[in-house]
């Protein structure tokens, strides 16, 4: 008998410690699960002047979901420090306004506080990551100083702004943008239209974007011409004013390509609850200070979606304020990924 009660006492602590081992793994694949189900929410509140407006609490909120109200799981409305990515068309078709978009880049860059992250990104017919996310202002502005022109035809756009959403920014934590200094026309990049604009609504990345108008014809000028120029200054490249109405989210059919770029600039910017800059701007340092203030005090809510919906449908997402004197801009759709 003494025999057969010390394999017992074993078999049966075997099987505690399976079971429990069991309900601690269930428990933290639960955990995780809930943490990649939240949706995450930028929400601007405004004045009528466009001043942030401090000081709202999470009962101030409500969002929803294909009309359907949800719960706030999460409300975040503490100043905290940036990840940004600057996005720098270094094309052929940018030639014009690449001093110009240089100068815009080290102007952000002068606004960051000791403990925002910045990187340096340029793009032509491949992604460069001229500087990875660092603090150090001087890094940073070394690297846009380096940038030129690509020696082959190409503007991969598209794939520049995924590449930073999923592989660069998808495990930071904190508030996340992009600052897209472009004209905005896209050659050769592997993710369509569609398909990008569909990642972002996945995504907690803002898209700032700043177009400028350029021409093809300035390929010719290849060589022979100065690194660098203010807005209106030695280069001809100025933010882009488009002069086409608009004409809907997608597909709406074949428009000249500078109204393409432009709107489709401007729906990375919407979905993304981000800005779309397309008057004339002759003072950029007034409007990235107004930029890294936004990015800055931004709200940011949570909420967990129903555990049965449909993966492959685009959700709508509204969120309001329980103020009458106040604009609100936020994410307005989402996609379970």
Same mark, same amino acid.
């Given at each position: ?8 006492? /074993? ?10 081992? !069991?309900?601690?793994? @269930?428990? #933290? +694949?639960?955990? $995780? ?106 890094? /940073? ?10 020696? !082959?035809?190409?503007? @991969?756009? #598209? +794939?520049?702004? $995924? ?77 882009w004013i488009p002069g086409g109405r608009d004409r809907g989210r997608r597909g709406r059919g074949a428009y000249d390509r500078e109204e393409d770029a432009s709107e489709y600039a401007k729906q990375m910017s919407e979905v993304s609850a981000g800005r779309f800059y397309q008057n004339e ?13 936004e990015l800055r005090k931004h709200y940011r809510l949570g909420y967990y979606p129903p555990d049965n919906e449909d993966r492959s449908v685009t959700h709508k997402i509204r969120v309001t304020v329980a103020r009458n004197d106040v604009a609100v801009r936020a994410r307005s759709s989402y996609?379970?990924?």
């Amino acid at each position: 008998m003494v025999k057969m009660t010390i394999p017992l006492f /074993l078999l049966l602590s075997f099987s505690v410690f399976v079971v429990e081992a !069991r309900a601690q793994e @269930v428990k #933290r +694949d639960n955990t $995780i699960k809930i943490d990649t189900n939240l949706v995450s929410v930028p929400v601007v509140v405004s004045d009528r002047q466009g001043r942030y407006v401090a000081g709202l609490k999470a009962e101030d909120f409500s969002i929803y979901q294909d009309g359907k109200k949800q719960t706030i799981s999460f409300f975040g409305a503490e100043e905290e420090p940036l990840n940004v990515a600057l996005l720098l068309d270094t094309s052929y078709s940018a030639l014009d306004a690449l001093g110009s978009i240089q100068d815009a880049a080290l102007d952000f860059i002068r606004l960051l506080q000791p403990a925002d992250r910045a990187m340096v990104v340029s793009f032509d017919h491949s992604v460069n990551v001229l500087c990875p996310l660092t603090s150090d202002r001087t890094r /940073l502005q070394r690297a846009v100083d380096h940038v030129d022109i690509g020696e !082959r035809l190409g503007t @991969v756009m #598209r +794939d520049a702004v $995924i590449e930073v959403v999923e592989r660069y920014f998808a495990k930071v934590n904190g508030r996340k943008a992009i600052i897209l200094l472009t004209d905005g026309k896209d050659h050769g990049s592997s993710i369509s239209k569609d398909e990008l604009l569909d990642r972002l609504e996945e995504s907690d990345v803002m898209v700032y974007s700043v177009l400028y108008k350029t021409s093809l014809d300035s390929m010719a000028r290849r060589r022979g011409m100065g690194r660098r120029g203010g807005m209106g200054g030695g280069r001809p490249g100025g933010v882009w004013i488009p002069g086409g109405r608009d004409r809907g989210r997608r597909g709406r059919g074949a428009y000249d390509r500078e109204e393409d770029a432009s709107e489709y600039a401007k729906q990375m910017s919407e979905v993304s609850a981000g800005r779309f800059y397309q008057n004339e701007v002759t003072d950029l340092n007034a409007t990235f200070a107004l930029i890294a203030d936004e990015l800055r005090k931004h709200y940011r809510l949570g909420y967990y979606p129903p555990d049965n919906e449909d993966r492959s449908v685009t959700h709508k997402i509204r969120v309001t304020v329980a103020r009458n004197d106040v604009a609100v801009r936020a994410r307005s759709s989402y996609r379970a990924k």
